[in-house]
């Protein structure tokens, strides 16, 4: 019931598309549903995260859509860049994010030009 | 720099060895978690403690222990290495009750030979 199911595995996007990516979970004491993103030798960074108070959240050229019912929410990267290319994870937790945080497979997505 | 230090950021030892990962956590931050990430398990919670007090205890081996000193530094130790047990681990701090989730090292990258 701990588990956090994400898809794809990989993504291949064209520059300035939108790349989405699909995460899943069981446990619904979840409450907090944060997406990190990491680069090559780096830790993973926060990049965005929701409650499930709200059913979507924007930051810039990132957003989370949040489905409660269907307990899944998702990441969309707008306007894709090479930059952007890197490993994402989906996480979750309880305790708005006091307690651990239980990671996704994470999605390794490739902006080509 | 995330403001969590981890120290080395590489270790190469031989089975049946033990090291030790070091964490500061950023100024201020009163948990710090532990995770492993290996490329087929993704990251894995090892352990978290809280202003010196362990909080919550993840999949960790009974091979490895960690604690919390009292300037808030953390240590995890490896013990009995083996080859299974090369991965990168990371270290992520967080205060409570806060909104902007973990921060998470640069990791250290264990090679067990």
């Known amino acids: 019931q701990q588990q956090v199911k994400q898809s794809p595995q990989s993504l291949i996007v064209q520059k300035g598309g939108i790349s989405i990516i699909n995460c899943a979970y069981e446990?619904?004491?979840?409450?907090?549903f944060p997406w990190y993103q990491q680069f090559p030798g780096k830790g993973p960074a926060l990049l965005i995260a929701?409650?499930?108070?709200?059913s979507e959240k924007k930051e810039g050229r990132f957003t989370i859509s949040f489905n409660k019912s269907a307990k899944q929410f998702s990441l969309h990267i707008m306007d894709s860049q090479p930059g952007d290319s890197a490993t994402y994870f989906c996480?979750?937790?309880?305790?708005?994010?006091?307690?651990?945080?239980?990671f996704g497979t994470g999605t390794r997505l490739t902006i080509i030009p | 720099d995330s403001g969590v230090t981890q120290t080395p950021k590489h270790l190469i030892t031989a089975t049946g060895q033990r090291v030790t990962l070091r964490c500061s956590p950023r100024?201020?931050?009163?948990?710090v978690y532990w995770y492993q990430q290996s490329l087929d398990q993704g990251l894995q919670f090892l352990i978290q403690?809280?202003?010196?007090?362990?909080?919550a205890k993840g999949n960790i081996l009974e091979r490895f222990s960690a604690q919390q000193f009292p300037d808030l530094h953390s240590e995890l130790n490896l013990s009995s290495l083996e080859l299974g047990d090369s991965a990168l681990y990371f270290c992520?701090?967080?205060?409570?009750?806060?909104?902007?989730?973990?921060?998470f090292g640069s990791g250290t990258r264990l090679t067990v030979v």
């Open positions: 403690y809280y202003n010196g007090e362990e909080r």
């Open positions: 929701i409650r499930p108070d709200v």
């Open positions: 992520a701090s967080s205060v409570a009750m806060a909104d902007y989730g973990y921060t």
């Open positions: 996480a979750a937790s309880r305790s708005f994010g006091n307690e651990k945080l239980t």
């Open positions: 446990n619904t004491a979840f409450d907090y």
């Open positions: 100024s201020g931050d009163l948990s």
